[in-house]
């Protein structure tokens, strides 16, 4: 194997991306990075029966406008990974009834989009493959239906919620040079702080983020400024507070640390502590940062997606929330 | 003056309520059962009339009313039918309350189309 792991990292010489795309709901595109997405919706039902086909549609948007940009047809992809966060993720397949090419259903919750990454770079790294298709997506009120309450039913939300993003991220991953590559990928390990507040994600969630980044660092025999930027998925402005407290213990000192949920949102926004979500990560980071990784803002970043695997029967049967986070890393070539 | 107690009690015990939901992991749920139990059991002591004779509407107003009026139509029946009317009697006073809220429950259906 000519690139071996070390720990449960893989340094990554070819992988690269070709093209992103993002397609994005109401709330996201008023957002401050509204302007970033390719598409944005200005319903929740895009004019469809349900949210579940309104989420599939989000999908094939994304998937289109990416093909688009990157001039490649359909046939020309040797696999799709897709994940959402529906039950059986039920986006992801029926959306994939309409695809000819081979199609992995993968799920991490809210980390899906690092899961997806990272599988389809050691694809691609081994030479298996040539151009791997990876989409996330979510929707509001399906997450909102499935892991808290009915959408019509008028709760108080508690101060510590978090809210789903809207939209769906295609990224085209190949092995034909470009201008970003996939440099680095760590590998995340299941963390149960023994948290069992479905309301309260980010405390979850903010050790099994840290617990990859140190792993990340160790293995890969780096500082944290090494990275321009280190974004976390969706630990929102509390789990985000949690985690600094924890690198400033450890003695990590990013250049710049941020999280991807305070960056999707403005904080006038009904959003509580910020956004949560497989998009949420995806948006901001192909997005937004891709963007600004193009401009020549960014020369490396870390991405720490986080995923709450939370099941609402087992919430129920008071059991806590175990949580992963799939690390990547980003850089300009 | 009546409706400044209206108000006062009422307000009462929906404070009570936020403040058990902001500082527990309850909820909405399980506040409500509590709420119709606490009501319930005020009354089986001949508790809740002196309430709602002191605060009227304010009384009547909030779920623990609900529990209230449940025991009392259960124990009202006990009179006549003895032991078995705790069960005959428990839907007596309520029934207007619980036919209404089918009724609407199934207009609503019929003109609206549930799509979440």
């Given at each position: ?53 309104a ?27 897709g994940?959402?966060l ?117 405390k979850?969630?903010?050790?099994s ?22 974004v ?6 509390y ?20 999280d ?13 502590q ?36 939370l ?23 | ?38 009501g ?39 009179k ?21 809220a ?15």
């Amino acid at each position: 194997m000519p690139f071996p792991i070390s720990g449960s990292s893989f340094q990554l010489q070819n992988v690269y991306i070709e093209s992103v795309a993002t397609s994005a709901g109401k709330l996201e595109g008023e957002g401050p990075i509204g302007n970033y997405f390719d598409l944005v919706y200005h319903d929740n039902y895009l004019g469809k029966d349900s949210y579940e086909l309104a989420e599939i549609q989000m999908i094939e948007d994304a998937l289109q406008i990416s093909l688009e940009k990157a001039g490649v047809i359909q046939k020309e992809i040797d696999l799709f990974i897709g994940s959402d966060l529906n039950n059986q993720i039920t986006a992801t397949n029926y959306f994939s009834k309409r695809l000819e090419r081979p199609m992995y259903g993968i799920y991490s919750a809210c980390a899906s989009v690092g899961q997806g990454i990272q599988l389809g770079s050691l694809l691609l790294e081994n030479e298996a493959m040539e151009r791997i298709n990876i989409f996330v997506s979510s929707h509001n009120a399906c997450a909102e239906r499935q892991f808290r309450y009915p959408n019509e039913y008028g709760i108080q939300k508690p101060i510590t919620s978090t809210f789903t993003a809207t939209g769906a991220v295609n990224i085209l991953l190949s092995t034909e040079k470009s201008k970003v590559r996939v440099e680095s990928i760590t590998l995340g390990r299941v963390i149960d702080m023994l948290q069992t507040n479905p309301n309260d994600m980010g405390k979850a969630m903010a050790p099994s983020a840290f617990d990859t980044l140190k792993n990340h660092l160790k293995d890969l025999k780096r500082k944290a400024d090494y990275y321009d930027l280190i974004v976390t998925g969706d630990l929102s402005s509390y789990g985000k507070k949690i985690m600094e407290v924890m690198m400033e213990r450890e003695g990590i000192v990013p250049k710049e640390y941020n999280d991807c949920g305070c960056l999707l949102y403005d904080s006038t926004q009904p959003v509580f502590q910020g956004g949560s979500g497989p998009t949420c990560s995806g948006l901001v980071t192909f997005g937004y940062l891709y963007q600004k990784i193009l401009q020549g803002k960014y020369q490396r970043i870390l991405v720490l997606p986080t995923g709450a695997l939370l099941n609402p029967v087992m919430t129920n049967q008071k059991q806590s929330i175990p949580c992963i986070s799939h690390a990547f890393s980003l850089e300009v070539v | 003056m009546n409706y400044i107690l209206a108000f006062l009690f009422c307000g009462f015990v929906c404070l009570i309520a936020q403040i058990i939901y902001d500082n527990s992991d309850l909820t909405p749920g399980h506040i409500i059962c509590i709420f119709v139990v606490i009501g319930s059991l005020l009354d089986a002591f001949d508790m809740y009339d002196t309430l709602v004779s002191i605060f009227h509407a304010g009384a009547l107003l909030p779920i623990t009313s609900f529990g209230h009026s449940l025991t009392h139509g259960a124990l009202e029946a006990t009179k006549e039918f003895g032991v078995f009317g705790l069960a005959l009697g428990m839907f007596d006073l309520t029934a207007a309350g619980i036919s209404s809220a089918i009724l609407f429950a199934f207009l609503i259906a019929l003109f609206s189309r549930p799509r979440s």
